[in-house]
C-alpha cells in the first residue's frame, strides 16, 4: 500500500513504514505501440491503452488481451471480426490471420471468430496457436500438431512438437530436440529469392517464428536463421527475443532481448520502420498486413512506497513523498500521493 500524507508530523514514520510494508502482488499488463498501414483502424488502440499481456496482428484488425483474461479487437473490414464469442474470459493466448482471429482457454480449448474452423475431440487439450493468412495451428498437450487450411498436412511422426508458427502457405514445427520441421507450398525462385532450404545445421533452435511465407529460427544468443520468400535479418544478428512478418508486405520486426524493436524491409517513403519513441521496454510484437504493434512492458507487481510506479523503490520515491507531504487527500484525491487503500 502507499501512505497518504495528511499532516506534516507523519512524514519521516510514514517514509520508513513505505519500506517495511509488504509488497501486494497482481497480474498487470502494459500499452500498446501501432504504427504502420491504419486504412481499417488497425492502428487505433481503443482505450483504455493499458493491462495488455499480449498482442496479435492480422492483416487489417489487430487483437490485444489482457491481463484479466479478455480480449480486445479493433480494426478490420467487417463488424464480426471484432466480436469476440462470449463469454470473453479466461484466455491465455491469441492470434490472427487474414481475417479471422483465435484464441485458447486456460483449460486448453480453442475459439475462433467469425465462424469456426473444424472442431476438434474436446478432450484434446492444446498449449499453444498460430495463424497466418488462411491458415491456423494449434499444438496439442502431447506434442501433436493440427494444421487448418494448410497446403499440406503435417507430416510424420507428428510428436515431439513444443513450438508452431503459421507463415503464408507455409507451416512450421519446433521439435524437442531443437530440430525444425516445416511443411507447404515453398517455391524455388531465386528471381523473388524465395529460399526453401533451412540454414544449416538444423539443429540447436529454441523457437520458430514466422509470417508472410517467410521463417525464422531462433538459436541461443539470440541468433536468427531466415528462409522463405525475401526473408532476412539485420546486423547484428544478435539478441533476438522474437521475430514476425507482414503477411502482404516484405516488411519484418524483431523485438531484442533487452526491450528495443528494430523494423525492417519497409519502403523509405513509408516511414512504416520508425519504431515510435522511446524505443525500449517492449516485451512482444506483432505484424499485420502492413502494420505493426509492439508491447510495453507493464509493472508485475505493486510496491508499497513505489510512489513514482518505476518498479523500484528508492530515493526518487522519497524526492515525490517530500513534494507532496504537506497533500490533503480529502481536498485532493487527484494528487499522485493520494492512491485509494
Not at 499488463?29 to 491503452?49: D, K, S, T
Not at 515510435?276 to 517492449?282: C, S, V, W, Y
Request: glycine content about 12%; charged content about 20%.
Amino acid at each position: 500500500m502507499r501512505i497518504n500524507l495528511i499532516y506534516p508530523g507523519y512524514f519521516f514514520a510514514a517514509v520508513i513504514l513505505v519500506f517495511v510494508l509488504p509488497v501486494s502482488v497482481y497480474a498487470v499488463g502494459g500499452e500498446i505501440v501501432a504504427w504502420g498501414n491504419n486504412n481499417y483502424g488497425q492502428c487505433n488502440v481503443p482505450a483504455p491503452n493499458e493491462d495488455f499481456i499480449a498482442v496479435a496482428a492480422g492483416d487489417r484488425h489487430s487483437l490485444g488481451l489482457k491481463a484479466d483474461g479478455s480480449i480486445v479487437v479493433w480494426g478490420g473490414p467487417y463488424p464480426e471480426v471484432c466480436n469476440v464469442p462470449a463469454p470473453n474470459e479466461d484466455f491465455i493466448a491469441i492470434a490472427a490471420g487474414l481475417d479471422h482471429s483465435h484464441a485458447l482457454k486456460s483449460d486448453g480449448s480453442l475459439v475462433t471468430w467469425p465462424g469456426d474452423f473444424p472442431q476438434t475431440d474436446p478432450n484434446i487439450v492444446f498449449t499453444a496457436i498460430s495463424a497466418d493468412n488462411i491458415h491456423f495451428m494449434a499444438l496439442t498437450s502431447d506434442g501433436a500438431i493440427m494444421d487448418w487450411g494448410g497446403y499440406e498436412e503435417v507430416p510424420e511422426p507428428n510428436t515431439g512438437f513444443v513450438a508452431i508458427a503459421a507463415s503464408g502457405r507455409l507451416s512450421m514445427g519446433l521439435k524437442d530436440d531443437g530440430t525444425i520441421m516445416y511443411w507447404g507450398e515453398c517455391i524455388e525462385e531465386p528471381d523473388w529469392n524465395y529460399e526453401c532450404d533451412i540454414p544449416e545445421p538444423n539443429a540447436g533452435f529454441i523457437d520458430v517464428f514466422g509470417g508472410g511465407d517467410r521463417l525464422f529460427g531462433l538459436r541461443a544468443g539470440g541468433v536468427v536463421a531466415a528462409w522463405g520468400y525475401d526473408s532476412w535479418v539485420p546486423q547484428p544478428n544478435s539478441n533476438f527475443a522474437a521475430v514476425d512478418s507482414c503477411i502482404e508486405s516484405h516488411m519484418m520486426i524483431g523485438l531484442k532481448s533487452y526491450g528495443e524493436v528494430v523494423a525492417w524491409g519497409c519502403d523509405p517513403l513509408d516511414g512504416y520502420c520508425n519504431v515510435p519513441g522511446p524505443n525500449a521496454d517492449f516485451v512482444a510484437i506483432a505484424a499485420g498486413g502492413e502494420h505493426f504493434l509492439a508491447l510495453k512492458k507493464g509493472c508485475a507487481s505493486y510496491l508499497g512506497g513505489d510512489v513514482n510506479d518505476d518498479m523500484k523503490i528508492d530515493f526518487r520515491d522519497f524526492a515525490k513523498l517530500a513534494d507532496n507531504w504537506l497533500t490533503d487527500c480529502y481536498e485532493n484525491p487527484a494528487d499522485p500521493a493520494c492512491v485509494p487503500k
